[in-house]
DNA sequence: GTCTATATACCGATAGAC
DNA sequence: GTCTATCGGTATATAGAC
């Protein structure tokens, strides 16, 4: 025991495989034989380890969370103002999308089915970014520089477009071909694009701010 | 012919169940059997009239996006200043998919599977959808009323935010019973709320603005 | 712990009678 | 156009030898 969990691991092997078949397929796409078969190992083999489909899918859903929100941990650990603590975030959980490319998948499919199979392990842990996100959004509505705003449709509206974004770059490539020529910088994007640009967004919607000199008219309606 | 397409045509029974059957349980978790016996009709027919499981597939994604592409045109219709028609864009597409609990979930998996059985007429239409929002943004910003910024990154930031929200009833009453007691207005939002909370966060982005005067410091914690 | 072989069930699709 | 019956393929899961 104490074995390191490294690639000779058929638990880590299988598990690594799985994330990706169950991101690209779902849970009901995804098969079995086709897990094992990538893993190298025996289709009983995974049953022995790692227990049924089910069990499986829940190991997977939460070694992936877990993931992410380690590196958000340890990024917000250097962060001090508002500002910058959501600005860290924002660009914390883009590297850790783009950075495993199952994570987005996998949140956008559960989401479709009403997070009926999240494991009460999982949804704990998205209740502590949650609370972290509304942590943050209080602080800084106490120091003045963020407008009163719904925690949670905020925090929500901050994850959506983040796993949209990164999970969108297949359908931007297939709205390109359409919409016409190689536009620039229409498809590709890093994780640093992501989370400057929507960053930028977010904060700016959020600060508090001089009701701007009226120029003349403010509202339309 | 001519026959009035109401709950009597089978194929519009049809599509409608097949529309909620693969919104909740994606293209590889329905059953074609289970579709034909919630619309009332018989396997062999389902087949003799929309065709196999692709083809129902297909034109439940045309259909349901149709639906809300007609909405957005007709409401675009009244408005005018890039605010103004920016607003009905997002109020008008949280008020389809709070309309149709289909839209989101089928929206989301999509993407998540990269959007690769997406049949080039639904592609066209999304590409229609974000070019109306690439000229909103184009005319914000040449009237100095908007920022300068991506307009595919806005694009998709605005749609994801959206359908995340509206998808995101279900995970959001787990996590509440998580987080803790009934915190008021933690879960059921209208599409009114959704749009109006999520424009305001949008706009106030977007806008061209003067940064307010820092107060002081910024950390309670 | 590892593999082969198989039980058991289901699902998509169609043939063919009426 | 409508239905019954069924084919053929495939899926999860396990039994049992080694």
Redesign the pocket.
């Known amino acids: 025991m104490a074995r390191a969990r490294t690639d000779s691991d058929?638990r880590v092997r299988i598990l690594d495989v799985a994330a990706q078949v169950f991101a690209s397929s779902g849970f009901a796409g995804?098969?079995?034989?086709?897990i094992a078969e990538r893993a190298r190992?025996?289709?009983?083999?995974l049953?022995?380890?790692v227990g049924?489909?089910?069990a499986l899918y829940a190991a997977v859903l939460l070694q992936t969370i877990d993931h992410a929100l380690a590196r958000i941990d340890a990024a917000l650990a250097a962060a001090r103002s508002a500002e910058e603590r959501l600005r860290v975030i924002v660009s914390t959980v883009a590297a850790a999308a783009q950075e495993n490319p199952n994570f987005a998948p996998l949140m956008l499919r559960e989401l479709a089915s009403g997070g009926q199979s999240i494991p009460d392990q999982v949804v704990r842990r998205m209740a502590r970014l949650f609370r972290t996100v509304a942590e943050i959004l209080a602080d800084g509505e106490r120091a003045g520089r963020f407008r009163n705003v719904d925690p949670v449709m905020t925090h929500m509206s901050i994850m959506g477009s983040i796993i949209v974004l990164t999970a969108g770059a297949p359908i931007r490539r297939r709205i390109r071909d359409v919409v016409g020529g190689p536009r620039a910088s229409f498809v590709d994007r890093s994780a640093a694009d992501i989370a400057a640009h929507f960053s930028d967004l977010i904060l700016e919607g959020l600060q508090k701010r001089v009701p701007a000199p009226a120029r003349r008219r403010t509202r339309t309606k």
């Open positions: 058929p995804a098969r079995i034989d086709d190992v025996n289709k009983a083999m049953y022995y380890h049924d489909k089910q």
